[in-house]
Each structure stands twice: as C-alpha cells, then as structure tokens.
C-alpha cells in the first residue's frame, strides 16, 4: 500500500469513526458491539454516498422504520460517504473487515468502484439500494459475490420511459427543441442515462436536441445552466431532467425568463414532495417518483432474511415498492390524492 493510499484510509476511518459518533443519536440504537449469532440482534452498517443528502436520509429513515417493526434488537450505524468514491470503498471495507458488524446496506456513490471491496473479509451479506455494486450499471443481478439483494431498477430502462413520454408530447410539434438536464456526465450512472435519453430522442425526426446541461443535482446550478440555455433558446419546447431539484432550479430560470413554465414540458426524477406538488398543480407535467423510504425498509427486511437462512429476493424492483405507477402525470396522481412524495429533495 502506497503512503497516499496509507492516508487516505487514515482518512476515512478517522471519518468513520466522526461518523459514527455523529449519528448514534440516529440510529435505533446505535454504537455496534461484538457481532451476535444468536440472532436476538443485529449489527447492521448503513453507508449512504451522502448522510447531508435528502434521498440518502430517506433510505435511513425507510431501514430504521422497519428495524422498529422487528421483535428484535438492530443496532444501526450510519458512515456518510460525503459522495466521494473512495471513500465509501474504503467504508465498505472496514465494516467488512470489522467482526462487530453482521451486515451492510450501501447506497453506492459509484457502484462499479465498490466492486474493488469484493470478496469481503468477513462473509457478511451486503444489501445495495438505488444502485448496483459492479460494473454493469444495468444489471441488477448479483455481479460480486457477497451481494444478496439490490433494491433498485435499471437506470436506463427508466430513462427510456422518460424519453418515450417526451416523444409522445412532440408528436404534434415540429421541431420540438429538447433540452437535456442531467446530473453529472462524468458519473457512469448520469452517462447511462444520457445515452438511453438520446437513443430514443434521436430517432425521432422532428425532435431537435438543443442542449445537453449538467445540474449535479443541485437546483441552483441547474437554474444557471437553464438560464444560460434560454438566452440562445428561448423557445425550448421540453426540458428533460433526471433529478427533481434540477427540474425546480430549471422552473426558476423560466420564470425569470418571463417563460411560463406550464407552457414548456417539465420532468424530473426522484418523486419529492416539491415535484409532486408542481405536477398536481400542472405546472410540471410528469415526474419520475422515486419511493427511497420504501426502499430502505425493502432493503433491511432482505438484509434480515439472508441472516436468518429465509428466502431473499436477488432483486427487488424500487418502482413497485411505493404500491403505486413510478411514472405519474397530474391524471395519474388524482387517481391517488394522500400521495405526497417519501422525502423533501
């Protein structure tokens, strides 16, 4: 091990361990202990690529409510990645290396770099939730072994059902200009997503793609990337987005524009209370929902049945665990008025 890498895992456990004291108030109960085989508790690590993240909070929030429901005693500890690849690797490492934990849940910063964590020291499972660990983004299936269950779809195939609905809303408008709003083109997830908008989009011939933005998933960098977009192209017809508050920043600079925003076809991704709110409300006219509480419950019960020798499901699909349609119009939300989103954004 280089002296740099030395340090870095320095670093991260000297994080860890500021993690760990951070959020023990957080956690059901909290501080860890020697691992149990008894089965009458369980040691579980949570590692979010962001514990400041709102979605990461939601899948926290989603585990802890269903270790409540349990007869028995889960000690969670959260680590937050700080969205940072290495990071989360060298997280992953330690809670595996380390006999005190009985199992992992990890919402991956970057999946394919978690990979380099398998086999794990200790044969605990480790549960994935919105992203897969390995280096097919798409493939949902176990690609390392240690893997027991990913809660989450195929980042494209969602993708391309956004783009299809964009497709059905230029049918009558030609050209229909397209803006791309997506999170960070330097992440294999956010170019897997790119590449499924643009395979439908450009094969439509009346549909014009205009720009291609980054939003980081950020509303106000996304405001000024809009708001930069719409001084060549004020006349945008759709701006396609992967992440809600992207979407919100993008509604910003219209308004500032003096464009009304319900005359230009907004969407996001994610399903927070906001983006459900402007859809209801018809001034976004699709969102892609998200259900990250649903999620995390999906995950820990998973994560409990590998330990007690049940069935697990290699695969649990995250758009059909909210009981609802993921992909939603204004029509299709007062079909369901208690629905306000699992999580703020």
Do not use: H
């Amino acid at each position: 091990m280089t002296k740099t890498r030395i340090q870095k895992s320095l670093g991260a456990i000297a994080l860890s361990a500021s993690a760990l004291l951070l959020f023990t108030g957080c956690a059901n109960n909290g501080n860890g202990g020697e691992s149990n085989a008894d089965g009458d508790s369980y040691n579980v690590a949570v590692l979010a690529a962001s514990s400041q993240n709102g979605y990461n909070q939601a899948v926290y929030k989603g585990v802890e409510d269903y270790a409540k429901t349990l007869d028995k005693k889960v000690n969670l500890t959260l680590l937050d990645g700080q969205f940072n690849s290495e990071t989360q690797l060298s997280q992953l490492q330690n809670v595996t290396g380390d006999s005190q934990y009985d199992g992992v849940i990890v919402v991956p910063n970057d999946g394919p770099t978690l990979a380099a964590a398998f086999p794990t020291v200790n044969e605990i499972p480790v549960v994935a939730v919105l992203n897969p660990i390995g280096p097919d983004i798409d493939k949902m299936e176990a690609q390392v072994e240690g893997v027991v269950s990913t809660v989450a779809v195929p980042p494209s195939d969602a993708a391309t059902t956004q783009a299809e609905l964009v497709v059905d809303y230029c049918k009558d408008i030609d050209p229909c200009k397209v803006a791309l709003l997506v999170g960070n083109l330097s992440a294999t997830l956010d170019v897997a997503r790119r590449d499924a908008y643009r395979e439908v989009l450009d094969s439509e011939k009346n549909i014009e793609i205009v720009s291609e933005l980054e939003g980081n998933y950020d509303r106000d960098k996304s405001l000024t990337a809009v708001s930069n977009m719409l001084q060549s192209t004020p006349d945008v017809n759709v701006i396609l987005s992967n992440a809600d508050q992207q979407t919100t920043g993008a509604q910003i600079a219209l308004e500032n524009a003096g464009i009304e925003p319900s005359s230009v076809y907004l969407t996001g991704g994610g399903g927070t209370t906001g983006a459900v709110t402007a859809v209801r409300d018809g001034i976004w006219q699709a969102d892609y929902l998200n259900f990250p509480v649903s999620m995390g419950s999906a995950a820990l019960e998973q994560l409990i049945n590998s330990l007690e020798g049940k069935d697990v499901k290699a695969v649990v699909d995250a758009d059909a665990v909210g009981g609802m349609d993921a992909f939603v119009t204004k029509e299709t939300l007062d079909e369901t008025p208690d629905f306000t989103g699992e999580w703020d954004g």
